[in-house]
């Protein structure tokens, strides 16, 4: 099982500045790359400070000239707010950037905020149409002329330029949950990437058990690769309540998700107080107990056991999400001891 890092921008208040926070994160890839992480992947979120990627692409560009060995992961692009033709030229572009590191992520995308303000109105829940015909679009624009005639997309004959380094295509990679989009993934010969959020690692087996029925469904296809991401704390063993700083500030990114999830009220200038925990006293998996026990939070030995089992379920890679809320340091600090402590024990 190989390694990756899920990383953004954050910014919980107006205190810390932009630049100092496109530092930050350069400095955990680099970090990440010399430990020897296969990947590092960028999402793409719009007007919210928390999560700060209104493009993956200028980012992974700027890496891409900070590293020689790391992939450069979109993870991922939200279809309906993308046209193909625009998919396939800025894609393959940073794939002539990074020569060849690129990896493509795709998803219709989630949060209603976004598609209010990009995709006229339309319901997040309808994304997937776009991305049923996003995927061979690109695909087919990467290989050379093709015109498009679908249901949301019609354009004349026209191709990908540049093309990417990777031939055929650069790995392509779909957010899943539900067992049609991991048949859909499996079906057009893309990876998938899921995340059991705030539940335990029995939704990681249920996840892998979609995976696998979409695998069996399609023998013809090579099967494709499968990435679980889980928010990652490791703290020092001599620290017995280290787990908790890390479960409380994941808690308040989750209550945070929830405020901008159900899109109730209008932020101000990208930030939006976090639901208020009086709204989850009935809901125990947002209590940080809880967060201790689904996220993985712990010692290196107790990550290390956690891990095993993702191993044996016969995960492919394993992502490291790093977007905690927690200062700069402390993630670093977490980081370099997964580096040290818990990845030689996969090697």
Known sequence: ???????????????????????ELSELVVLAEAGGFRTVWIGEHHGMEFTISPSPMPLLAH?????????????????????????AGECALLDVISNGRAEVGLARGAHQFEFDRL??????ADGGKHLRELVPAVRALWQGD?????????????????????????????????????????????????????KGDEEVAALKA???TAVANHPDVPRPELMVLRHTHVHSPDEPEGWRPA??????????????????TTPRNGFLPPS??????????????????????GTP???????RGYEELGVDEYSFWIDNGLPHREKRASLERFIKEVMPAFE
């Open 1 to 23: 099982m190989r390694f990756s890092l899920f990383v953004h921008m954050e910014r919980w208040d107006e205190e810390v500045g932009h630049r100092q926070l496109f530092e």
């Open 63 to 87: 890496l891409a000239a900070k590293t020689s060995t790391i992939r450069l992961g979109a993870g991922t692009v939200i279809a309906p707010f993308w046209h193909p033709i625009r998919v």
């Open 119 to 124: 995709a006229g109105g339309l319901p997040a």
């Open 146 to 198: 093709y015109a498009h005639d679908g249901e949301i997309w019609q354009f004349p004959t026209s191709t990908s330029v540049p093309k990417p380094v990777q031939r055929p295509t650069p790995p392509m990679w779909i957010a899943a949950r539900d067992p049609a989009s991991h048949d859909f993934a499996v079906a057009q010969g893309c990876n998938v990437m899921v995340t059991p959020l705030m």
């Open 210 to 212: 979609k995976f696998d």
């Open 247 to 264: 479960a409380e500030a994941i808690n308040r990114y989750y209550r945070t998700f929830d405020a901008w999830f159900g899109n109730k």
């Open 276 to 297: 208020p925990e009086s709204k989850f006293e009935e809901r125990p998996e947002f209590r940080p107990e809880s967060l201790h026990r689904t996220a993985v939070i």
């Open 301 to 307: 030995d107790e990550v290390i056991e956690r891990l």
